[in-house]
């Protein structure tokens, strides 16, 4: 049994994410039209962004944004394989993708099957390296292999035995050599979740969805805005040239400063990339009036690149001296005042488009209680990030009795505020409900709901339903 006339595409630019073509051809199978680049803006993931630890990423959670064209319910785990395997044939009986999470250890069309370094980098000393499963779609099942689709990296489709399938979808949570290996505990085993549209695309309400997040990413970039959660911030669009630039002008000296810097201007090519394909898409599709601003965003990108391997080759100190480092500031302070300006007239464009919307707890959807584990999850997400910047860490190892403040716990005040407004975040992001957890008397008390993760839990669920009683 397999899906009736699958043709999926297995190639796409290598700087998209492996989830987005289940994303798009889920949409596709749902009757929406849909485009990888759109798919990545709409997220955001055409707006540079940088945290003041150097760090790159897409941080669209923490803009306020509601999802504009897709989402993913919440991962859930099944009970063993053979429940899987019905809710595999019931799923495409119905003429749809089944999306499953697992490891690429136990695929064999993969470069990490059975590959002893793929342990081996997830573990050794100091790996800054993480667990996360992998996606793949399943399109046909049979009694000795189930047929996948797992385009990137692999650009793979076809069958894979029973067995190693069975060994894909137990996970890295599985695997005893990985125990030690950084988030386990967040992974399940016989993992799926499903894609949901929050508007099926026409023809013409593509373009609208084109236009409406073009002008949010010019409005962000142009806004440049600076988000502190605790001691961290993260910036955006403009922001993060302007961040770029400062770090520039502090490694002036310091020739290792020098390559940390040409690191982040070489990965914020990313956000450039995803932009430059929505806007060739937009010329297809919206008019060629976006063919030209397609062009001259080509034409910044180019410059970028150009700044890369300034900043490369002049990290080298036997070549490095002030005069270059100067034409090389100002080479890049031009350079980040013309893309400032290619956003103006963007927005100019775009003016009277709607922005996509924001998030809000009075948006009329419902917001439902989350259970025990949805929270825990979340609190887990939030000590694995505080982990990776403490020596003393919180033993997430302990689950529910893990201690994080107070006697026995490894947080100080500061420590613990930087975790609640990780949570906070979270919570909002994924329920849209905006929560105040570090209050004073709170802190203050003796027997402090933040003593370990069940007693937060508890904390937590307290305070919700005056939230959600209250929209």
Known sequence: ???????????????????????????????????????????????????????????????????????????????????????????????????????????????????PRYIEKHTEPGSRLYLVDHWIGVHGIYDDHLLVYDPVPA??????????????????????????????EELLKYCTLEVEMEERLTPGTLKDAMRSTLATSAHEFLSGREVSEGERTFYFGHAASVRIKMNLQLAMTDAEKLQSVAVQVFDMRWSRYF??????????????????IHIEFGEIIKEWEQAHKLFRFRADKSVMNAEQLRLLDAFVNELIKREYRFYERVAALLQGVPLLGKRSAADGSPLPLPDEDMLLRIILEGCAEINATRHAKIPVELGL???????????????????????????????????LLAEENALSDRSSPFRTIESLIDYIRDKLPKVLTAV
């Open 401 to 435: 009795q893990a201690p994080l403040y107070g006697r026995d716990g490894n947080l100080d005040s500061l420590g613990l505020i930087s975790l609640l407004a990780i949570i906070e975040q979270d919570i909002l992001d994924g329920m849209g409900v905006e929560l």
């Open 155 to 184: 650009q793979f489709s076809g069958p894979v035995g029973r067995e190693d399938f069975h060994g894909f979808w137990k996970g890295n949570v599985s695997i005893p050599e990985l125990a030690e290996a950084g988030r386990r």
């Open 1 to 115: 049994m397999q899906i009736p006339h699958f043709d999926p595409v297995l190639q796409l630019p290598y700087y998209y994410p492996c989830n987005f073509p289940f994303i798009h051809e889920a949409m596709k199978r749902k009757g929406s039209e849909s485009r990888f680049s759109l798919l990545a803006n709409a997220r955001m993931y055409g707006l540079p962004a940088i945290s003041d630890t150097g760090n790159l990423r897409w941080y669209f959670s923490k803009l306020g944004y509601k999802e504009a064209i897709w989402s993913t319910t919440e991962r859930k785990g099944l009970p063993d394989f053979e429940q899987g395997l019905k809710e595999i044939r019931a799923r495409i009986s119905e003429g749809e993708l089944f999306l499953a999470t697992g490891t690429s250890y136990f695929l064999p069309y993969c470069d990490d099957y059975m590959n």
């Open 275 to 292: 932009l430059r394909d929505l806007l060739q898409d937009m010329a297809e599709v919206c008019g060629p009036e976006y063919a030209s």
